[in-house]
């Protein structure tokens, strides 16, 4: 594929993530930032899905782009908050998750990514992206956005927010889901 990519997002911390992968096709990447409701979803692939959807046949955009979802999934709480993790995010944040897992000796988790490609007459491609790791007892470091301060992903030492975006991005879920798009874009 050849020209410009648009992702939509509002989180500038994304963006700089996928872009710096990017970079090894001939591709443009852009941003549009579209406002619209989340919809309420068991699954990341149906919010992805449900936002192309309005993106496309409400909001009439017609151009090759990304909408991607995200989420942590914590197992000792039954996959919390998962789906609901950007309103968690804005709520409780990261005081509050550390909140509801004092005492829990279980903190493993699994960061999810489904990246949703939506090409005009081609439709839509969906790459996923997840890594496992650990909660944190406390927040720690400064980088990055999000969970990261409380998130080890598996085999580091260190928070995703204590990673350069360089260290974060040798091995994330977004760094996952991007390359399998990538490849996918590569033989376009
Ligand atoms: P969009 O505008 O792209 O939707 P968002 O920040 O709402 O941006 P998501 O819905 O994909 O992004 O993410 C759900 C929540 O998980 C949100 O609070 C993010 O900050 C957080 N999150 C996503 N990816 C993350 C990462 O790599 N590290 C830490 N937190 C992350």
Do not use: C, W
């Amino acid at each position: 594929m050849k020209g410009k990519l648009y992702l939509i997002t509002g989180n500038p911390g994304k963006l700089k993530e996928i872009k710096n992968r990017l970079d090894v096709l001939n591709v443009e990447l852009g941003t549009l930032q579209e406002e619209f409701v989340e919809v309420q979803a068991d699954t990341l692939e149906e919010v992805v899905l449900f936002g192309i959807e309005h993106l496309v046949g409400e909001k009439g955009i017609d151009l090759p782009f990304i909408k991607a979802d995200s989420g942590l999934f914590i197992d000792s709480l039954d996959g919390f908050p998962g789906v609901y993790s950007a309103y968690v995010q804005d709520t409780i944040g990261n005081d509050g998750i550390l909140k509801l897992m004092e005492g829990l000796d279980d903190r493993t988790a699994t960061f999810k990514t489904v990246m949703g490609l939506h090409i005009p007459g081609e439709g839509v491609s969906l790459f996923r992206g997840e890594i496992r790791g650990e909660i944190t007892l406390e927040k720690k470091g400064f980088f990055g956005f999000g969970y990261d301060p409380v998130f080890i992903p598996e085999g580091a030492e260190k928070t995703f927010a204590e990673m350069t975006i360089e260290e974060k991005n040798r091995d994330s879920h977004r760094i996952r889901a991007t390359m399998k798009l990538v490849d996918h874009l590569s033989r376009e």
